[in-house]
């Protein structure tokens, strides 16, 4: 299975920017599907951002036109790219695949966006 790593969560003002990565123990298959989850306390975790199978993203409402998702190119980190940020937005982050069958969670990362 697969072991995943987040970084870059901070505290950042509102209208400030962050990047997360998610990096992989091993190269990703082609086929997996790779995704961004937020929580907050009290609260079910947020799909927010996917890339799919076949390449293409998809985004939360919450979050479209703000976030972008994507992976190097040799499949082995995957980011999310924050900008804009709003104090709604402050929660763990985690990053999620599903690889051949198999799925696995990051132990997440705190954006935490505040004056």
């Known amino acids: 299975q697969v072991q995943l790593v987040e970084s870059g969560g901070d505290l950042v003002q509102p209208g400030g920017s962050l990047r997360l990565s998610c990096t992989a123990s091993?190269?990703?298959?082609?086929?997996?599907?790779m995704s961004w989850y937020r929580q907050t306390t009290g609260k079910e975790r947020e799909l927010i951002a996917i890339?799919?199978?076949?390449?293409?993203?998809n985004y939360a409402l919450s979050v479209k036109g703000r976030f972008v998702t994507s992976t190097d190119n040799d499949r082995k980190e995957f980011y999310l790219q924050m900008t804009n940020l709003k104090p709604e937005d402050t929660a763990a982050y985690y990053c999620?695949?599903?690889?051949?069958?198999?799925?696995?969670w990051g132990q997440g990362t705190q954006v935490t966006v505040s004056s």
């Open positions: 890339i799919a199978a076949d390449g293409r993203t």
């Open positions: 091993k190269s990703i298959g082609t086929g997996a599907i």
């Open positions: 999620k695949i599903i690889d051949r069958g198999e799925a696995s």
